[in-house]
């Protein structure tokens, strides 16, 4: 456990990413369409004139943005080589610093695209898994007119 | 004969048997039993002396005939080879390159070249000469040509097409600017970063050859292991590709041979009976068309038993109606199916398979295409069609339930208004023909799209195999301008999306997909809309 | 019509050379080859009437072509060009069939002759 937390907070649920893994956050009016997108595929956007396949955050982890309105706050993580963007929605981004997450350690559990909790303050934060996360992107964009 | 003209052509050659000759030299005072390194040696004195006599490079000629001779005393074994005969040709190749590179500048040749004759002589008769001259080049001269790390030209084509995008922006800035400089200025950019373009582009072209020249070793490994003698021949090993083209195309080359050799060439016993020659044949026959490079890898093996394709992709769960309703030429692509080509037994009843997904995909990431003849009997032939160079191409921004995607221009026959009423059944009369027309919002599955009074469609020739030459209106809103767009290929995750090949980043940094037409068309083609 | 010949040179110098004579003399040089092997090949697909071996080239040297030609009973002139020095190599090879050398430094006279002269042999 170190570095720094960026936290998304959904409503009723707060997702945690390790800051080393975020590569920046784009607010944006509009997602553009990815064609054959479905799922929690939200769409794409261009990240320093990157290409960058983007996720519906509440969809994904079944839980409305924490805020209504207002423009997509985009998540950009680089996972190995490869950047997935996650859309926040207009829910409120904050951070965790280090130090206030020192000592402590992980709830017991985990859940799909989350890899564990903790306990910060009395509140509970899930640790975002984004690998999971860009594996299920893979599947759902590759069923789709996959015949010969 | 007029030598004038064949100057470059005699520089090219003799400076490549200079460099033969180098190498040779080093070799054979490693390993002086090397006969074959003899044999050529020979022949780069032969040729060099006989280009120089033909255009009256007289002092070259007769040194390179000096040396021709003692090879040729070497060749026959009537002179054994000492260091001290190394060092005297090594000396003397330095003033083979020192009378070239005077050719070259267009200085006198009279030089006295006795002193070289000399030392070879006395070399010859094992008489040691006088220390002094040494072996080394009097000075270290840099090479015209350069090694450039493959990334840099990479990153060099990147830029250029952002440069392409910012111009996009400069461009329809010139709509609105009544300033006749700022207009020339763009143009002039617009000129400018063309021909950087262009300079990049034929940097980054390399021959098959350099690709090809790994084959023998691959085919000599994997014969081996399967006890199979097998004849390699490349033809048009000399037409150039992109660097990051060729490259991708090294695996599935790999891929398509070791299927050759492994489940096409029959073993021995059964060549024989079949009447075939005893050693399988495999050619690899490189063609350019247009902007295209083709590429055929044809063995002379059994071929592949389309029935048992056929069956065994019934098996692996595609609908049976679907496949019996295919021709012959379209069951062999199944063999390109992930659940086909990975499963072992193909590989023993229909003699294909290894990979051949990979190949596919492949050749069609690199916006290729790739097509599979058999004949029962008598072999396969894997032709790949893949583009000569990579990256930024001419494009029509056209938008489709409000959003933008690019048609690449070589591909649109033309752009018509079209009323309402005019399509019926999804068909619009065209010349007199049946034209289809594709609502390319529901193709690419977006919502719904509203009714409209006019359609603009985009006319394309586009169709691959069975609907090559076929021409297909696609239905979109409107259309805007014509870029040059810079396109990247798609990433992990979305590698393999349907309906578009390659994205753009336009001037405002929006990401706009180029649609990918042969797949949509042959999906419309089949009707799955 | 004029005649089909097919140039065996490995140096592309004197394939280019040699094409120009001919296509100056009224030839028309229908195929070119890098080697012995590769000639004999050509010869085979092109059935041209005249072909020039080099005598010195890599993978099969021009006697061994010439002697592999003339042994399919084609139709063909054999005309041998190489350097001085090697007169018992096209010997030799005028025993296996060629009808006619060229001595190199090429010189379009000594080229157009030679081949001209073919003619006089009833081709």
Known sequence: MDGDRLVIELKGLNLGLGTKAVAGIVETEKIPFMPGQSGFIAGIISFRNEPVTVIDIPKAFGAAAGAEGGPHKVVVVKEKNRHLGLDAGSSAVSFLWEEEIKGLSPAQGGGKYIKEFIDVNGRSIGMIDSAALFEEAVRILSTEGSGV | ?529 | MSKRVVIADDAAFFRTALREILLKGGFDVVGEATNGADAFEKVQALRPDIVILDVVMPVKNGLEAAKEISLLKLPIKIVMCTSLGYEPIVEEAMKAGACAYIIKPLSETKVLNTLNGLGAQGL
């Open chain 2, 1 to 529: 004969m007029d030598t004038s003209k064949y100057k470059a052509l005699y520089l090219q050659e003799t400076n490549e048997h200079l460099l033969g000759i180098e190498k040779g030299l080093l070799a054979i005072e490693k390993d002086p039993a090397e006969a074959s390194v003899l044999d050529s040696l020979f022949r780069h004195y032969h040729s060099i002396k006989g280009m120089s006599a033909s255009m009256g490079y007289e002092p070259v000629m007769k040194l390179s005939h000096a040396q021709e001779d003692l090879l040729s005393l070497l060749r026959s074994k009537k002179l054994t080879l000492t260091t001290e005969i190394t060092s005297a040709l090594l000396y003397c190749l330095d003033a083979l390159k020192n009378l070239v590179k005077r050719v070259e500048e267009d200085l006198p040749l009279e030089v006295d070249i006795s002193p070289f004759v000399k030392r070879l002589k006395s070399a010859v008769e094992g008489r040691p000469v006088e220390a002094r001259e040494s072996a080394a080049p009097a000075e270290l001269k840099l090479s015209n040509v350069m090694k450039v790390e493959g990334k840099v030209f990479d990153d060099l084509l990147a830029t250029v097409g952002d440069l392409f995008m910012a111009l996009s922006s400069f461009k329809s800035l010139t709509h609105i600017s009544r300033s006749i400089e700022f207009k020339d200025s763009v143009y002039l950019l617009g000129k400018s970063i063309n021909s950087i373009h262009h300079s990049i582009l034929s940097a980054r072209m390399l021959p098959i050859e350099d690709l090809t020249e790994g084959l023998p070793r691959v085919i000599r490994d994997i014969s081996k292991q399967s006890g199979k003698k097998v004849e390699l021949k490349v033809e048009g090993a000399g037409i150039s590709l992109d660097r990051a083209i060729l490259e991708s195309l090294g695996a599935p080359m790999v891929h398509i041979i070791r299927n050759a050799v492994d489940h096409g060439i029959e073993p021995l016993t059964e060549r024989m009976q079949a009447g075939k020659s005893p050693e399988g044949n495999i050619t690899v026959r490189a063609s350019a068309k247009k902007d295209k490079v083709i590429i055929e890898v044809a063995d002379d093996g059994k071929g592949i038993d389309c029935d048992k394709v056929r069956e065994k992709a019934i098996k692996s769960g595609v609908p049976a109606e679907r496949v019996r309703a295919m021709t012959d030429r379209e069951a062999l692509m199944l063999v390109c199916l992930p659940g086909l080509s990975t499963a072992e037994a193909v590989t023993d009843t229909s003699g294909r398979g290894v990979g051949m997904d990979v190949v596919k995909e492949m050749t069609e990431g690199l916006g290729g295409a790739l097509v599979i003849e058999s004949a029962p009997g008598k072999g396969t032939k894997i032709i790949m069609e893949v583009p000569r160079t990579t990256s930024i191409i001419k494009t029509l921004l056209v938008r489709v339930e409000g959003e933008p995607f690019l048609i690449p221009i070589s591909k649109i026959e033309r752009v018509a208004e079209v009323r309402h009423e005019d399509i019926s059944d999804g068909v619009l009369k065209h010349n007199g023909a049946d034209l289809p027309v594709i609502p390319l919002g529901r193709l690419l599955g977006m919502e719904e799209e509203t009714e409209s009074p006019v359609y603009t469609v985009i006319i394309v020739e586009s169709g691959r195999d069975e609907n090559a030459g076929r021409l297909i209106g696609l239905r979109v809103d409107d259309f805007g301008d014509e870029m040059e767009a810079y396109i990247k290929p798609l990433v992990p995750p979305m590698s393999k999306l349907w309906g578009v090949s390659g994205i753009a980043v336009v001037g405002d940094g929006r990401p706009v997909f180029l649609l990918d037409l042969p797949q949509i068309v042959s999906k419309a083609a089949h009707g799955a809309y």
